[in-house]
């Protein structure tokens, strides 16, 4: 009896992973149709909104995710590509069916070149008459850089800014080295060579010091003249506040002339709606990057 009870339950417990394996694998299947079936080219709709959502990996080129949309293990993982968002911005401009542009910006992960470009393919975006408007709950200080670049910006009043001036860190690993008796054989020449100081110092030198905080100074002060062309804020008073950190708050980045207002996320969509001239919510069009890319991309593949 007993063995009769645990090869039965083994069973029991084989055919339960096996009912769990092929749902996972008719879940995955049909989510590879779908994603498959998202390749097709799009049709906008007339008065849509541009959806830019750049919370994510921003590098030179896209990096296409064979698992994105997939219920797995990074199937959300996000990445965008300077040169095709830059390209789907230009088309935009001219786009008779895109209204303006919806800036969501967080935590964008990339640095101030690629930002820089982002930047200005936005300015150029509104050369058109076309609007940008950019509303998030946060905004670090990349994120605020590009928002800059709208034609008004909107925190959630609960939200928060980051606006603190840019900073720039070194690891050493040197009392590693020392604990593993490891001895690293380097060869330089000159005193400002410190891409090999982590392996030699346990601090950093002088020389690098300057270096870098020359290189953090000179792309801080672009930054900042930049901000105070497009919000009409002069750079000492920029710098008084990153210096002492005093914008603490969506509310004060307000009064501070940062940001143009702070709104709860429906009354940002009423912004919208004033923006189409459209009464209802369900009136709104907004089209993510990725998908309007392919309304305007060619459906066809080549064979080559």
């Keep these: 009896m007993s063995f009769g009870k645990a090869f039965f339950s083994s ?33 906008l709709k007339d008065n849509s909104v541009l959806h830019l959502q750049l919370d994510a990996q921003i590098t030179e080129l896209q990096r296409e995710n064979p698992l994105a949309g997939l219920p797995v293990p990074g199937g959300d993982v996000q990445n965008v590509g300077v040169l095709q968002l830059k390209e789907a911005i230009a088309h935009a401009k001219n786009d008779d069916q895109i209204a303006g542009i919806y800036l969501e910006a ?42 800059t670049a709208a034609d008004k910006i909107y925190l959630n009043p609960e939200g928060d800014i980051e606006f603190n001036g840019l ?14 008796e490891i001895k690293p054989e380097i060869f330089r020449v000159g005193e400002f060579k410190s891409a090999v100081e982590p ?6 030198s002088d020389e690098s010091r300057l270096q870098l905080t020359a290189l953090v100074n000179s792309i801080y002060d672009h930054v900042l003249v930049k901000i105070s062309e497009a919000r009409n804020i002069p750079v000492d008073k920029l ?5 002492k950190m005093l914008v603490r708050n969506a509310r004060v ?42 309304s305007f991309l060619p459906d066809t593949k080549s064979k080559n």
Aim: aromatic share 14%; glycine share 6%; with cysteine.
């Design 11 to 43: 069973c029991l417990g084989a055919l339960a992973a096996m009912v769990v394996f092929f749902f996972l694998c008719f879940v995955v299947f049909f989510s590879m149709v779908g994603a498959l079936g998202d390749e097709k080219q799009v049709t």
């Design 199 to 204: 392996f030699l110092l346990e601090k950093m």
């Design 253 to 294: 980045a307000m009064e501070s002339g940062l940001i143009d207002s702070v709104l709860y996320k429906d009354e940002f969509i009423d912004v919208l709606k004033n923006k189409l001239g459209v009464k209802e919510t369900k009136d709104i069009t907004l089209v993510k990057y990725n998908k309007y890319r392919k």
């Design 167 to 180: 900073t720039a860190e070194v690891g050493f690993f040197k009392k590693m080295f020392d604990k593993l």
């Design 239 to 243: 710098e008084e506040l990153s210096d």
């Design 106 to 147: 967080g935590y964008p992960v990339t640095g101030f070149s690629s930002l820089e470009e982002i930047r200005e393919s936005l300015i150029d975006f509104r050369e058109s008459g076309k609007w940008v408007i950019a509303y998030n709950v946060v905004m670090s200080e990349p994120a605020y850089y590009l928002a």
